[in-house]
């Protein structure tokens, strides 16, 4: 199991910009699909962004493709999601997670593939 720990939330602007990191116990190298999910108050959890360790494919959630990038740093065991022209409707509990599954791209967006998630971070948009 992979303890993962999120940080870089906080209160930003419309329009401003926020990089979250994930922070992996393992080697980020041995998690095959690394992955951002979102929670706003109400909702069902869902898909954001994720990295396919394979070639580094990557899928990001049409409300967010163009304004996010998920990158992952195996030096650091670390990954990243840089966050630009954030609107309202972006704020929610982000969480971070992880899968040694061997997912296709179509499948990477689906919550149930991944096994370890962290504890989320708080994102507000808000002026």
């Known amino acids: 199991q992979v303890h993962l720990v999120e940080s870089g939330g906080g209160l930003v602007q419309p329009g401003g910009s926020l990089r979250l990191s994930c922070a992996a116990s393992?080697?980020?190298?041995?998690?095959?699909?690394t992955g951002w999910f979102r929670q706003a108050p109400g909702k069902e959890r869902e898909f954001v962004a994720a990295?396919?360790?394979?070639?580094?494919?990557?899928s990001y959630a049409d409300s967010v493709k163009g304004r996010c990038t998920i990158t992952r740093d195996n030096t650091k065991n670390t990954v990243y999601l840089q966050m630009n022209s954030l609107k309202p409707e972006d704020t929610a509990v982000y969480y971070c997670?992880?899968?040694?599954?061997?997912?296709?791209?179509?499948?990477?967006?689906?919550?149930?593939?991944?096994?370890?998630w962290g504890q989320g971070t708080q994102v507000t948009v808000a002026s």
């Open positions: 997670a992880a899968t040694a599954r061997r997912l296709i791209i179509t499948t990477m967006q689906r919550l149930g593939e991944y096994e370890d």
């Open positions: 393992d080697r980020t190298s041995s998690m095959y699909v």
């Open positions: 990295y396919r360790r394979n070639g580094g494919a990557t």
